[in-house]
């Protein structure tokens, strides 16, 4: 159980375009999704946390109109980079809990971005 | 100061060897602790969790919390070369509305 997939897996795209990734919970409904970014060698930044229906919530020095996060359903969340640009490159991991349990958090497996 | 250090390594270990690994932290207000295992390239799995201090086994992994300290341990008997990954600590404080700290990740190497 508590399965959470992403979608896609890996994605190229160039400078000035939009990217959408995709974040689902496959036999749960999250009432929490998190978006998180992870350079290599390096740990898990918390972007964002999002609840269903409610606007998200940015950490500081996250932009918001970049980064553009909508929680549509319990099953799924939706990550925007707008504009991308190579700093954008990165690899990016939502995880998802229910009832809000933040030290319960399943992972899914990573999108990576590649920005031209 | 980070909140929290982990050492990176890497941690190279032959096959059954007991492995340590080993988080230190800097608020007292963390409540929980998790131990995420990651692959190359895959997305963190939750090893286990601990809230407060004490120890907590699961199979061959043991967690283990000192707050008095500010020191977590996730220890690995019997070692295999499937638990080749980074182990990251990842902490919580204020409860359910609070957000994941995590540290840098320690890499393992298991060799058989």
């Known amino acids: 159980g508590a399965v959470v997939s992403q979608h896609p897996s890996w994605v190229i795209c160039k400078s000035g375009t939009s990217v959408k990734i995709e974040c689902r919970s496959l036999?749960?409904?999250?009432?929490?999704m998190f978006w998180y970014r992870q350079f290599p060698k390096q740990s898990l930044m918390l972007m964002a946390t999002?609840?269903?229906?409610?606007?998200?919530?940015?950490e500081q020095g996250v932009e918001k109109d970049k980064f553009l996060i909508n929680h549509a359903s319990l099953t799924l969340s939706t990550l925007t980079v707008t504009s991308a640009h190579p700093e954008d490159s990165s690899f990016y991991i939502c995880?998802?809990?229910?009832?809000?349990?933040?030290?319960?958090?399943?992972f899914g497996p990573g999108t990576r971005l590649t920005v031209t | 100061q980070k909140e929290v250090e982990q050492d990176p390594g890497p941690l190279s270990v032959p096959e059954g060897a007991i492995v340590s690994l080993n988080c230190t932290y800097s608020?007292?207000?963390?409540?929980?602790f998790m131990w995420y295992r990651q692959y190359s390239r895959k997305g963190p799995e939750l090893l286990m969790y601990?809230?407060?201090?004490g120890n907590k086994e699961d199979g061959r992994f043991t967690a283990q919390v000192d707050k008095s300290s500010k020191y977590i341990s996730l220890f690995i008997r019997d070692s295999q070369p499937s638990d080749s990954a980074t182990y990251l600590c990842?902490?919580?404080?204020?409860?359910?509305?609070?957000?994941?700290?995590f540290g840098q990740g320690t890499e393992l190497s298991v060799k058989p």
């Open positions: 990842a902490l919580l404080a204020g409860g359910q509305g609070g957000k994941l700290i």
């Open positions: 608020n007292s207000a963390f409540q929980y």
């Open positions: 995880s998802a809990s229910w009832d809000d349990y933040r030290y319960e958090q399943y």
């Open positions: 036999d749960f409904q999250a009432t929490t």
């Open positions: 999002s609840n269903e229906g409610s606007k998200a919530t940015y």
């Open positions: 601990t809230y407060s201090s």
